[in-house]
């Protein structure tokens, strides 16, 4: 189903989920739609998609960023339900067949790290990112006539490479994730802590106010922040942090927001 506002626009981007529980982005075109991740139950995805104006039967391809359970916890019943391809990594891939045993083993693409995939009238390109897991990637999709959103909600340290990548997209997801004092004086074991704050952790809100400025300087006008972290964070926060180095470096975006947890929102 495909809504006359959706046909006056390029491209639609709906955040299904956003955070450490549960990701899932849905991406459509005028003749295509994908899912990037899928980390919120089958139900549940459904019944978001549902709200958006579509339905499980248009979406042609699910694109994972890596094999972590808040990426991927909805695959089994999907694949149960549904013979639409998912695409992964090989990395990825491996680790989640080696550690579940994943009886629809065969029913994933597996793809090298970094790849270009058609699909429809978008194309999906992948980028090596660095964070804890087998394999990690942002995704850059563009559609024909050009309108390109780029996505990358996990990453310990945003990289000139990933800034390249995003470059000329009107439209970015980027992670948010963590205050680095909230976290430092919150109840998390220390383990966790230097893990979440090691360069394959997760983006602070510092960091991704540095990286917005640089996108704002390559042409980006609109940036969603995602994967906040409920317990060593706030929207509130990271809105702050990111909307004052803006500030400071005369930098403007035509639209910032915060990606809720676990209510739909339309970012385009």
Known sequence: MITEEVKQNALSVWSLASGSKANC??????????LVDLGVSCRGAVKALSAAGADMSSVSGVFITHEHTDHISGLQTFF???????????PSY??????????YRDRVTVHPVEYSYKVGDLTVQSLAVPHDS??????RITEDNGSSVGICTDTGTPSIRLLDFFSGCRYVITECNHDKVMLKCGVYPEEIKRRILSDNGHTSNDDCAAFTVELARRGVKNVLLAHISPENNTPELALYT?????????????SLVCAPRDTLYRFI
């Not at 982005?25 to 994908?34: A, F, G, M, P, Q």
């Not at 909307?243 to 470096?249: R, T, V």
């Open 94 to 103: 491996l680790a989640y067949i080696m550690g579940k045993g994943f009886e």
């Open 134 to 139: 087998a394999a990690c990637v942002a995704y």
């Open 242 to 254: 990111v909307s004052e180095a803006l500030k400071e470096a005369g930098c403007r975006l035509d």
């Open 80 to 90: 149960k339900n549904y013979d639409i391809p998912v695409h992964m990594t090989e």
């Open 25 to 34: 982005t849905l991406i459509r075109s005028v003749k295509t739609s994908v």
